[in-house]
């Protein structure tokens, strides 16, 4: 699966759209980003995704389903991509991709803490 995973549109939040799958909450939005956060904030582990494809591909579902919570659906649906054709990539595309979502994974990241500083601030 060739795709251009590092287009900076990969790391797009739409923050009124998880605000929205939160029912306009914003503090319970806020933690909901914050359970993304320490998910994620680790990033993804290469060495163990590219040793365990189930757990590769769980990795990948839970990326995917979380992201569209929090409305980074450029990095879900990429996470859905991944999911569905891991098993038929090579290892070094599989590094890759692991690669470049991880690259796109801490700009949201970024994202995501620059939001919540702001929620912080306006208390």
Not at 1 to 27: P, V, W, Y
Not at 34 to 48: E, N, S, T
Not at 91 to 101: L, P, T
Request: proline letters at 2%; hydrophobic letters at 40%; a negative charge.
């Amino acid at each position: 699966m060739k795709t251009n995973l590092m287009s900076s549109n990969l790391a797009e939040i739409d923050f009124s759209r998880g605000l929205r799958h939160c029912d306009g909450q914003q503090e319970l939005y806020r933690e909901v980003l914050i359970c993304y956060l320490d998910q994620f904030r680790p990033l993804l582990d290469d060495k163990a995704l590219l040793e365990n494809v189930d757990a590769a591909r769980l990795q990948f579902h839970t990326l995917k389903s979380l992201s569209a919570t929090i409305g980074a659906t450029p990095l879900s649906k990429l996470a859905a991509q991944l999911f569905a054709k891991w098993q038929e990539q090579e290892h070094d595309e599989r590094a890759e991709a692991i690669r470049q979502v991880n690259a796109n994974l801490a700009l949201v990241n970024g994202q995501i803490e620059s939001y919540c500083n702001e929620f912080n601030s306006a208390d």
